[in-house]
């Protein structure tokens, strides 16, 4: 079998189109890409947790459970705590408490 011919991919064997001269001109502007999505996430927030810059800072506060509390001792009284104990102080103790057990 013989072939007349040969298939080139050279441009100068394309067929000119009009989209060709279109695409070789660079844009003049940059399209910036805008995530709403976060900027939504970011106002949402701020809405939750309100504005950080305009808090206080606050002094560290004085444990509320006293260092020679046990765990036992917490888990014997029925009695309430005479102020609320703050989560990370809860965390913290607890862990401490853990770790000594080797959990």
Do not use: C
Not at 46 to 70: F, L
Not at 72 to 99: G, R
Request: glycine share 2%; aromatic share 8%.
């Amino acid at each position: 079998m013989e072939t007349n011919g040969s298939i080139s991919n050279s441009p100068e064997s394309q067929p000119s189109d009009a989209s060709d001269s279109t695409n070789k001109e660079k844009p003049t502007e940059k399209v910036v890409f805008i995530n709403h999505a976060e900027i939504a996430w970011q106002a949402r927030r701020r809405e939750w947790v309100g504005d950080q810059s305009q808090k206080s800072q606050r002094a560290p506060r004085e444990p509320i459970m006293s260092w020679t509390t046990t765990y036992e001792d917490l888990l014997l009284t029925t009695e309430p705590f005479q102020e609320p104990i703050p989560l990370a102080e809860m965390v913290d103790f607890l862990v401490d408490i853990w770790l000594e057990e080797g959990l």
